[in-house]
């Protein structure tokens, strides 16, 4: 007996149905099959963790922001310290690391060996290393303080302790110092901006560096990532970056100073002391001096050295540029090179493209963030490390379209050829501009008061030197006068909080590509069928076997009688909810 019409145009719909989405899901098979070993390439965006760097981790969190705002990559970060980054990344506990220092660094007083694992450095973001201060004069905040490399040794070795030292007061010709003890605020994790720090005294300042070290019970400091203190004094450690510099912003913590990168004293509205240089001008650490004073680094450029892309700083401390920041630097990133402890193609995808974002678009916001963007070298080296990351895509890994904003088109650095020179009161000497520093940049002098024809000229054309976070932060922050000694100062009772922070910014879309529409689309019919087509077909047999389509009045179940619940009168709706005379 043939098939009922209905019957055979159901099976024939679904014949043709299935013939349809399996051609969909054919045509879509080269998006999904594996490339070759040497190409293989990443399918899909799966997370990827990374720890270490407080210095860097301004930049690195908004960058973290903007991708998955834009793309839903997603990239976490735990900022526990370059010293902790560095051994979870050798342990194989996260798929990468951030540091300012390398395995194995020379000068040392850690071993801190290369990890078994396989790795590569590759740049992140420059910045300079800052000394954030609370320094206040009759209730009022001073912004316009200036250190010479001697002065800063000498207070984190414990040398000077009051803020009116006659070296602090050669420093600062147009300030009247007060005897108020100096609080140093230094790391007590491992951090790479302690081994930054510790690097410059170990290099300039050696004999006052070693005489503290000896003192602390070292044998050995030489560069450390871990800051040695004697029992008894007035230094107070604190854990990460945002420790120390909160630490050193609140209201009972006036006297303390500590070192910190540039981008927590813009966000925590709090000025840093201009440092000497080797030109006799007292500068910050801006985007515009933080370029020019690593166009001295030496740089690691050979590919076959384990610390590829790494820097010698020693020439950047000395540098006679007038503009250059002497305590300048930038961070690595520790990527890994191999399919170990975990890591995978995909992981590689995620990671080699947000790699290559941060190296070019994610500079644009480097400025901002109190940080500088990454000379043109070292973004062209860092994107030919993006390559080796195995799963990376190794499409659009190159120069060509990278909105880098320190690029021109000699392959100079842009940055540091448009920097700004000193102002003349800055000029070691016995003026003082009466331009307020770092998160209180805004807090200018209206007139020269007492404090000189130049300081007043500086207070006018702050901006000439200021650089873009200046301008970032130059809302709120209190109301900002000039006081006897023409020093510029804040009122503490007038001045507000002010959070520096970049914005996401719109990234180009990604559209999918025809093969994996049409396979996304094939397989939407073939769900939707297999979800309709059954009942359709049951339905359909049911009709040809003259069955009933539902229960007969005479096979219909029964109601079931619901069983009455009988409560005492002082609990149904009408009843009291007084007590029985049982109750006791």
Known sequence: MSPHPSRRR??????????????FAMLAIPVVSAPTPAQAVGQTYYPVSGAGSTWSANALQQ????????????????DSGSSAGRQLFGQGTVDFAVSE??????????????????????????GGTSFMYNLVIGGKRVTNLRLSGDSVAKIFTGVITKWNDPAIAADNPKLALPGTPIVPVVRSDGSGTTAQFTSWMRSQYPSIWSAYCAKAGRSNCGITSNYPTVAGSSFVAQSGSNGVAGYTAQTQSAGAITYVE?????????????ILNSAGYYTEPTASNVAVALLSAVINED??????????LKAVYTSTDPRTYPLSSYSYMIIPTALQNGFTEDKGLTLADFASYFLCE???????????????????????????????????????????????????NKLA?????????????????????GGSKGSTAASAGTGGTSGGKSGATAASGGGTAGAASSSGGGAATVDKNGSAVIDLTSSASRIVSGSPVELPGQALGMPAVLLMSGAGILLLLLMLLPPLIGRRRAAMAGAPRGPTKATRPRKQAKPSVHLPARFTSRGRADASPSDS
């Open 417 to 437: 050829a448009t920097a700004p020179q000193p102002q003349a009161c800055d000029k070691k000497g016995s003026d003082q501009c009466l331009t307020g520093t």
């Open 10 to 23: 159901v099976l024939r719909a679904l014949r043709v149905t299935t013939a349809v989405a399996v051609a």
């Open 362 to 412: 994610g500079q644009q916001q480097a400025e901002v963030l109190g940080y500088s963007p990454l000379p043109i070298n070292l973004a062209q080296a860092g994107l030919k490390q993006v390559l080796k990351i195995p799963g990376g895509n190794p499409k659009n890994k190159d120069t060509s379209g990278c909105n880098n904003p320190t690029f021109s088109a000699d392959g100079t």
């Open 101 to 126: 220092i390398p395995y194995a660094l020379s000068g040392s007083d850690s071993t801190d060996p290369r990890p078994s694992r396989q790795f590569a450095y590759m740049p992140i973001v420059a």
């Open 303 to 312: 590919p076959a050295s384990p610390d590829y892309l790494t820097s010698q």
């Open 262 to 274: 540039y981008s927590y004293a813009l966000n925590s509205g709090f000025p840093v002391a201009k």
């Open 63 to 78: 960058w973290i922001r903007n991708v998955f705002d834009n793309y839903r990559w997603k990239v976490t970060f735990d």
